[in-house]
């Protein structure tokens, strides 16, 4: 099948690359050249501009970075549901609002065009080594005719429903759990550090204890124990997927006290000029704030 990918960025770039290795005609798409010179090395092609990828693929996946590029490209006026033929399948793997994958599948739906909204978890180790999970909302049989493809890219698909927003709600409530460890880890081992343990000794402890998690052990090992924060997946993408999340939960008259809080701890971070670092780096704002207790227990910080 003849692939156009969308979108060559931190995770679009390691996934269309996988493709290629795994002998794929390819044909790649990106405001930034660099990423597709990336793809022609590889032994893919480059288009100049979307039209060029619509003309020369059958299936057509997009990563892109925010719903606003992702509207762009589906529904804009020189957009991919403008201009494609229905014999291309559609299959949008970006963390996006909800309410848009309905709205570019409701569209879809009306020019009989097949499409899945598809997003991704793993990060780009996971797209590295493809072992990515993809959560699909939309047509199951779409997703049957597309899935040995997407297995060339991730380990773990799921179809989730036949409603289009059903993946990315999923995928919103696996980031709002990755929010809620990462503050734990930045939090928890602050606090070690305060009181003198060693953080290598003390992972050694916990990860054979009910402290240890996939987040803890990534955190940790790759960017905290190495004070390097490069990002694999940066503080101000999981904080734009926290508000998705309280966006979906206001949608459904559900109050997230906790998660308001988490929400505000990462905006915070992201002010502080963090949000281009990897999430991790979140125990950084920790450790800089002064925390004064009071008698009776309250604190200021």
Request: charged content about 20%; hydrophobic content about 40%.
């Amino acid at each position: 099948m003849k692939i156009g990918f969308i979108g060559l960025g931190n995770m679009g770039k390691p996934m269309a690359l996988n493709l290629i290795k795994s002998g794929y005609e390819l044909t790649g798409f990106d405001i930034q050249r660099s990423s597709t010179d990336v793809i022609v090395e590889a032994g893919g092609k480059r288009a100049d501009t979307i039209d060029e990828v619509i003309l020369a693929a059958e299936l057509i996946l997009t990563s892109l970075p925010s719903s606003e590029a992702c509207e762009q490209v589906y529904l804009g006026e020189n957009g991919l549901l403008a201009k494609v033929p229905q014999d291309v399948i559609l299959v949008d793997t970006s963390t996006v609002a909800p309410d848009l994958e309905n709205r570019i599948g409701a569209e879809a739906d009306k020019k009989d065009i097949s499409f899945l909204a598809a997003p991704v978890s793993g990060g780009v180790v996971g797209a590295e080594n493809r072992t990515l999970t993809f959560m699909v909302g939309g047509p199951k049989e779409i997703l049957e005719l597309v899935q040995p493809h997407l297995a060339i890219m991730g380990s773990n698909i799921f179809h989730i429903s036949e409603q289009y927003d059903s993946g990315t709600n999923a995928k919103l409530i696996n980031n709002l759990l990755i929010g809620f460890y990462t503050a734990g880890v930045a939090e928890a081992l602050t606090l070690a550090e305060k009181s003198g343990l060693n953080l290598d000794f003390l992972y050694n402890v916990l990860n054979v204890s009910y402290g240890q998690s996939r987040i803890y052990e990534r955190n940790y090992k790759s960017f905290m124990a190495k004070n390097d924060y490069e990002p694999g997946f940066s503080l101000k993408l999981l904080n734009k997927d926290l508000r998705f999340a309280m966006e979906l939960a206001e949608g459904h008259g559900i109050q997230l006290p906790i998660s308001q809080a988490l929400v505000d701890l990462y905006a915070d971070a992201e002010r502080a000029g963090l949000g281009d670092k990897d999430m991790s780096v979140l125990v950084k704002r920790i450790g800089e704030q002064t925390i004064t207790f009071k008698p009776e227990g309250t604190y200021d910080k």
